[in-house]
């Protein structure tokens, strides 16, 4: 068992830049995959980045190449997403998910089985 908490969600201005965390509970962190979905309202949830258990492997949307960059720090039993260059079209949840998961499915929110609440990303124009 897994309880994901994320935070470091805000309103913040476009072109800013923002870090989300993710703290994981449980001495088996090390053991997931790690992956940042994304929610706007009134669209489906969609992948924003994963990162391998060793996080030596790291996977992006499209849309979060260049400008987000996900890393975890086992030791710390966290996982981040620090987001450059916001734009107004990143506002969303960002949730994070844990998975023992294969990396060709990690951007499948289905291949994941826990989850956190959310935190809210606002970015103003």
């Known amino acids: 068992q897994v309880q994901l908490v994320e935070s470091g969600g805000r309103l913040v201005q476009a072109g800013d830049s923002l870090r989300l965390s993710c703290a994981a509970s449980g001495h088996t962190f090390s053991m997931y995959n790690m992956g940042w979905f994304r929610q706007a309202p009134g669209k489906e949830r969609e992948f924003v980045a994963a990162v391998r258990w060793s996080g030596s492997y790291t996977r992006y949307a499209e849309s979060a190449k260049g400008r987000f960059t996900i890393s975890r720090d086992n030791a710390k039993n966290t996982v981040y997403l620090q987001m450059n260059s916001l734009k107004p079209e990143d506002t969303a949840v960002y949730y994070c998910?844990?998975?023992?998961?294969?990396?060709?499915?990690?951007?499948?929110?289905?291949?994941?089985?826990?989850w956190g609440q959310g935190t809210q990303v606002t970015v103003s124009s």
């Open positions: 998910a844990a998975g023992k998961i294969g990396l060709e499915v990690m951007t499948m929110s289905s291949g994941y089985d826990y």
